[in-house]
């Protein structure tokens, strides 16, 4: 028979993450084209990254995972689509630039999506109005520092909606976000960029029910306040009984494979 520690014993955020019912909720909130294990496995290649996550509310921490299986992105730095960050005893489901590309491609509504950056040696100019026109070609070589930032959105009905942003006004949301001296904020910052135009004309699009719900994510991220610890279905999975790590089968088959998540 295996040992096992009582709940008020400490737990790892890996520990949680790998018992069974948590799994299973996972298996309820992931889309078709992702499964659990994969999910697991690059939450612990996160833990490994960012040590501070173990320290994490253990709702929290569980409830940003099932945030992000929801919204159908994969946390963590493989395809930038999404971020697990510690803020304080918190931790923070941060949406990254190609997250929110992939949902407003999903959504089904639009022809295409981009979001470029603009440096001060390119060419580029934009005029809105009654004939807006936006027209953006880069330096061949250097092509100096960043001066904007846009987005740019072909609807299937044939309309066209963009949004341009200076750098000045993408640093006074980055200096007023709870997160700005640590994660994608810093370690990303030209992506992070990039997400701020794309939230910003998401309000002028036909949008999906998982859009909205990855900005108000998204927004509620930026001042620090996101609640993750409501999601879960079943909160007693973090409650009663648990292998240890060490003793757990199915933990040492996926830390021996954290490395690689495919």
């Known amino acids: 028979m295996k040992n096992i520690i009582k709940s008020e014993e400490k737990l790892t955020a890996s ?10 909720q996972l298996d309820w909130a992931l889309p078709k084209h992702m499964n659990a294990n994969r999910m697991v496995r690059l939450v612990l290649t996160e833990l490994r990254r960012t040590p501070r996550l173990k320290e994490c ?5 569980c409830g940003a995972i099932i945030q992000s299986a929801q919204l159908g992105l994969e946390p963590g730095n493989n395809l930038g689509h999404a971020y697990l960050l510690p803020y304080g005893n918190e931790c923070q489901l941060i949406i990254g630039y190609r997250g929110m590309l992939d949902l407003a491609r999903r959504s089904g509504q639009l022809m295409s999506i981009q979001s470029n950056i603009v440096y001060e040696n390119d060419f580029f100019e934009f005029e809105y109005g009654l004939s807006p026109k936006l027209k953006h070609i ?3 070589k250097e092509r100096g520092n960043i001066i904007y930032v846009y987005c740019c959105a072909s609807l299937k009905d044939g309309a066209s909606q963009f949004e341009v942003m200076s750098i000045e006004d993408v640093n006074k949301i980055k200096i007023s976000s709870k997160s700005s001296n640590n994660g994608p904020w810093k370690t990303h910052p030209e992506e992070m ?4 135009a794309i939230r910003r004309v998401f309000k002028y699009l036909p949008i999906s029910i998982e859009m909205a719900q990855a900005i108000t994510l998204d927004e509620a991220a930026e001042r620090g306040d996101q609640n993750n610890r409501m999601i879960l279905d079943d909160p007693s999975i973090i409650e009663g009984e648990y292998l240890t790590p060490a003793q757990d089968e199915t933990y040492e088959t996926l830390s021996q494979n954290q490395g690689n998540p495919c």
């Open 15 to 24: 520990t949680y993450i790998l018992r069974p019912d948590f799994k299973k």
């Open 57 to 61: 509310d253990a709702l929290s921490f």
């Open 138 to 140: 880069p330096a061949r």
């Open 193 to 196: 960029a990039r997400k701020t």
